[in-house]
């Protein structure tokens, strides 16, 4: 796994773990009240909005990564966090297995236009080359 990716997947688990840690200290949710009358969401929403911003922050920081897909997943994925995350935690990997991850996890268009994208900005392994560490 490249360095930028570790430090990465260490920011977003930090944020994710506070966030975690404060919803079981949360006040129940109270269904009969809006998200605006909630004490629940009232202790929550800054705490969730920290924690998104500390996430964006360490996409952020990928965009500064050595290898260039990685910096283009960096500025072009952020509207699909998670699967951007599957596909930087199996970096470095070759095309075919990028493309058996995605069939693995049930993208098919939205795979099939990133792909393309990516092609065309010159930042996709061959098909049997694996990714440079």
């Not at 840690?21 to 909630?38: G, I, L, N, V």
């Not at 990928?62 to 897909?69: E, F, N």
């Not at 997943?73 to 930087?88: D, F, G, H, K």
Request: glycine content about 4%; proline content about 5%.
């Amino acid at each position: 796994m490249y360095p930028e990716v570790e430090q990465y997947l260490a920011a977003v688990k930090a944020a994710e773990d506070k966030y975690e840690e404060a919803a079981k200290q949360a006040p129940r949710h109270d269904y009969d009240m809006s998200e605006d009358d909630c004490a629940r969401c009232a202790f929550l929403n800054p705490i969730r909005a920290a924690r998104d911003v500390a996430t964006e922050a360490a996409m952020g920081q990928l965009a500064q990564a050595s290898d260039p897909l990685v910096r283009w997943i960096a500025e072009n994925c952020q509207s699909y966090p998670s699967a951007a995350r599957t596909v930087l935690e199996a970096l470095p990997a070759s095309m075919a297995e990028l493309n058996d991850l995605a069939a693995d996890e049930g993208w098919c268009g939205t795979w099939e236009d990133f792909v393309r994208k990516a092609e065309y900005a010159g930042v996709l392994p061959s098909a049997d080359a694996e990714v440079s560490a």
